[in-house]
C-alpha cells in the first residue's frame, strides 16, 4: 500500500501547443493509477489495463510501450490465474 495518495497539478499547456504534448504526463497518471490498482489488490485488472496500453502504445510511442511493457511483465507474475470461461448450457 503507498504511503499518501499521489498529487496531481494542470498539465501545463499553451494555446498553440498540440495534444500530443500532454502524453507523457497521462502516461505518468495512468502508471501511477496502475500501481495504486496493484496496491489495492487489483493486480490482474492492472495487467489487463497495462496490456491495453501496451497495444495503444506500441507504434507509436515505443518509451512509453517500454514502460507498460515492464508494468505489465512484473505485475502478471502475482496476478492470479483468471477463471476459466463457464460452461455452456448442456
Known amino acids: 500500500m503507498s504511503a ?7 498539465v501545463p499547456r499553451s ?3 498540440p495534444a500530443a504534448a500532454t502524453a ?3 502516461a505518468d ?3 501511477c493509477s496502475l500501481e495504486e490498482l ?3 489488490g487489483r493486480v490482474h485488472a492492472a495487467c489487463v489495463l497495462a496490456g491495453r496500453a501496451c497495444a495503444a ?3 507509436g510511442d ?3 510501450w ?8 512484473r505485475w502478471s507474475a502475482r496476478a492470479p490465474e483468471p477463471a476459466p470461461p463457464p460452461r455452456p448450457a448442456a
Open 4 to 10: 499518501a495518495a499521489p498529487t496531481f497539478g494542470p
Open 29 to 31: 497518471l495512468l502508471a
Open 38 to 40: 496493484v496496491a489495492a
Open 62 to 64: 515505443v518509451r512509453t
Open 57 to 59: 502504445t506500441r507504434h
Open 24 to 26: 507523457p504526463a497521462l
Open 15 to 17: 494555446a498553440g501547443e
Open 66 to 73: 517500454k514502460r507498460f511493457n515492464a508494468l505489465l511483465h
